[in-house]
C-alpha cells in the first residue's frame, strides 16, 4: 500500500483488499484459522514463539500464552462469522498455497 500521497491506508477497499490478502497468507503459513487470526491480531512472530514454546499446533494450547485482546479476539471472531454467517471457522477452506502451485 501507498503511505504516501494520496495515503491509501485511507481507502477503506484498498485497506481490506489488503488486509484480506494478509489474512490469506497467515491462514497459508498457520494451516488453521484460530491461529492465523491471532497472529493477524497479535503478530506472527508472537504466535509462532508461543507455539515453539509450549510445543503444540492448536489456538486453544497457546491462549494463555497470548496478549488479553488477542485471547479475546480470536472467539469473538468466531462468535461473529458464525452469528452473521452462520459457519464455523474450522470449516472455512484454508487459501490454496501458492508454494504448491495451486
Known amino acids: 500500500m501507498r ?3 494520496p495515503d491509501q491506508r ?3 477497499e484498498a485497506s481490506a483488499r489488503t488486509a ?3 489474512l ?3 491462514g497459508d503459513k ?3 484459522w484460530r491461529l492465523a487470526t491471532a497472529a493477524y491480531s497479535c503478530g ?3 504466535v509462532r514463539r508461543a507455539l515453539d514454546r509450549s510445543k503444540v499446533k ?4 497457546i491462549a494463555t500464552r497470548l496478549p488479553a485482546e488477542t485471547q479475546l479476539y480470536v472467539p469473538k471472531l468466531e462468535a461473529t462469522l458464525l452469528e452473521r454467517e452462520g459457519i464455523r471457522m474450522k470449516d ?3 487459501p490454496a498455497s501458492k508454494a504448491s502451485g495451486k
Open 3 to 5: 503511505r504516501r500521497w
Open 10 to 12: 485511507l481507502d477503506p
Open 20 to 22: 484480506a490478502r494478509y
Open 24 to 26: 490469506a497468507f497467515l
Open 30 to 32: 498457520f494451516k488453521d
Open 44 to 46: 506472527e512472530g508472537t
Open 58 to 61: 492448536t489456538f486453544e494450547g
Open 92 to 94: 472455512l477452506r484454508l
